[in-house]
């Protein structure tokens, strides 16, 4: 029997051990496959991305349930904390004392954590002092959200991905629940347990939802040359790809031809005034024009009188977000995104492309950004605007900024930035020990993999045969997969695992 262990019950775990299943060759044709999941939290529900489970249940517990003759699927609620190999077998150590000996090992349980960053340090000896409570982002253990009081202020800085992860745990963790308006929009019951969360990032808006449709025109991207300038060169890589989905899938919405507007956008300079030229003649509607700028700060140069001016704004930006999200006439957004994945492996590390990419390409589900909304509209959670400055007052943290006037007290802080993966101060066990002996190595941060199957890549940039990656952790040609990508890329690993394990045994690609 082949035996697999999947290292993370996440979505990109889950995600993977769903294709596994589905791509396993038929019972008398290749080995019984026994397939280990290892993480020590209960895994998550939904579906995995790509699934058709029925949404609410348990993800994994329906594949474990659901798992195709010939495959077996157990997880183990314990953390991998060691990967060794000995005559070609892989041997993971568990916390818990045991250890699980495979043929191939996935990791897939998400980026690794770093120690506390040293700006945070003072924000922890000052909660210890006053009794208040700080939670700090980026470190290897999940937030001990339990102490989090109910009822009260509590101050989160950052609105992006670890963001959303908080809310789930602070909201139906607690005791509230969804139910359905009458348009069937999310509604917000609260249970009577959950903080009130004022919510500051650098933008002040929460990442975009992704895209609910797909492309209805051909993605060609098409390179440009930097001269010295690889953000303008991007940039204009960005908006042709934005473009070249409206003309030729929309049409209707243009004064021209992608044929004629193609060589004269081509030609101008990005963001100059013959290209501003160009689009305000070609492109009558305003919001078929793309403004980076725009995209990138919305609340830049806005001012509002109180914080109840800034919510109606606010709430207004999601359910625009939502709207244009799901709908298919906006299929260029869905576009924008795909040059984002293109262009993220060579802009990785700038700063403007990295920060650009976690709004636009890297958001919560259309489902999810909705159940935020409903939070806003309950007032669970408050956004406080762009660049919040946090400082220490005798009452606990206080927080201000540009967008609104007054302060916002709270005796707790949740920092729900994620700091910048780095391998060689990875708090992970596991990933640390790998890297010490060079049996991986660092790209943009994260773990880096082969193309496309997902096998780990060592410090000599030898290709492991017997070890693979993905999700979040993993860089995967694009600095690591996003929900949009991750489908994919799980297929191909699940398939190059599966052929590895079980020789050419495969089920056929559809």
Not at 474 to 487: I, Q
Request: aromatic share 6%; with cysteine; charged share 25%.
């Amino acid at each position: 029997m082949g035996a697999i262990v999947v290292i993370g019950a996440g979505p990109a775990g889950t995600c993977v051990v769903d294709r596994i299943c589905a791509n396993a060759a038929p019972p008398g044709r290749g080995r019984a496959m026994e397939v280990h999941v290892v993480d020590p939290g209960p895994p998550g529900t939904g579906r995995p991305p790509g699934s058709d489970a029925p949404a609410g249940e348990h993800a994994l517990e329906r594949i474990v349930r659901d798992a195709p003759c010939g495959v077996r699927v157990r997880v183990h609620r314990d953390r991998a904390i060691g990967l060794t190999e000995s005559d070609g077998r892989q041997l993971v150590r568990l916390m818990g004392g045991g250890t699980l000996e495979a043929d191939a090992v996935v990791l897939a349980h998400g980026r690794p954590g770093v120690p506390i960053e040293p700006a945070q340090q003072p924000e922890a000896a000052f909660a210890a002092r006053h009794g208040l409570l700080h939670l700090p982002g980026g470190s290897d253990q999940e937030p001990d959200l339990e102490n989090v009081p109910a009822g009260e202020p509590v101050l989160v800085r950052g609105a992006g991905r670890a963001f959303a992860d908080l809310l789930a745990p602070l909201t139906v963790g607690r005791g509230g629940r969804f139910t359905r308006g009458r348009r069937g929009e999310p509604v917000y019951l609260p249970g009577g347990f959950e903080p009130l969360l004022y919510v500051g990032s650098r933008r002040g808006v929460p990442h975009h939802a992704r895209p609910g449709y797909r492309l209805t025109g051909e993605f060609r991207p098409r390179r440009f040359p930097d001269e010295g300038d690889a953000r303008q060169a991007t940039a204009k890589e960005l908006a042709y790809a934005y473009y070249q989905e409206l003309f030729t899938a929309h049409p209707s919405r243009t004064r021209t031809t992608w044929a004629a507007f193609e060589p004269a956008f081509a030609r101008a300079e990005q963001g100059g005034k013959e290209m501003r030229a160009l689009v305000t003649r070609s492109v009558p509607r305003f919001a078929d024009r793309l403004h980076l700028d725009r995209l990138e700060r919305p609340l830049h140069g806005m001012r509002f009188g109180d914080l109840a001016g800034l919510q109606r704004w606010m709430h207004g930006y999601l359910a625009a977000d939502l709207e244009r999200r799901a709908d298919p006439g906006f299929s260029l957004d869905l576009a924008l995104v795909r040059a984002l994945l293109d262009a993220r492996l060579r802009m990785a590390g700038d700063p403007w492309f990295e920060g650009l990419f976690g709004l636009l390409a890297d958001g919560p589900s259309l489902a999810r950004q909705a159940e935020l909304h409903a939070l806003a509209r309950a007032g669970v959670v408050t956004f406080i605007g762009a660049e919040p400055r946090i400082e220490q007052g005798e009452d606990g943290w206080r927080a201000s900024g540009p967008t609104v006037p007054g302060t916002t007290t709270a005796r707790t802080l949740i920092e729900a930035r994620r700091p910048r993966s780095r391998l060689d101060r990875c708090a992970d066990p596991l990933i640390a020990a790998l890297y010490a002996r060079g049996e991986c190595r660092e790209a943009a941060g994260l773990l880096d993999v082969r193309l496309p199957d997902g096998r780990l890549v060592g410090g000599d940039g030898s290709v492991h045969g017997r070890r693979f990656a993905v999700g979040s952790l993993a860089a995967a040609g694009t600095g690591g997969d996003s929900p949009v990508t991750l489908p994919r890329r799980a297929d191909a690993v699940a398939r190059a695992v599966l052929s590895q394990v079980s020789g050419a045994l495969v089920r056929a690609a559809a």
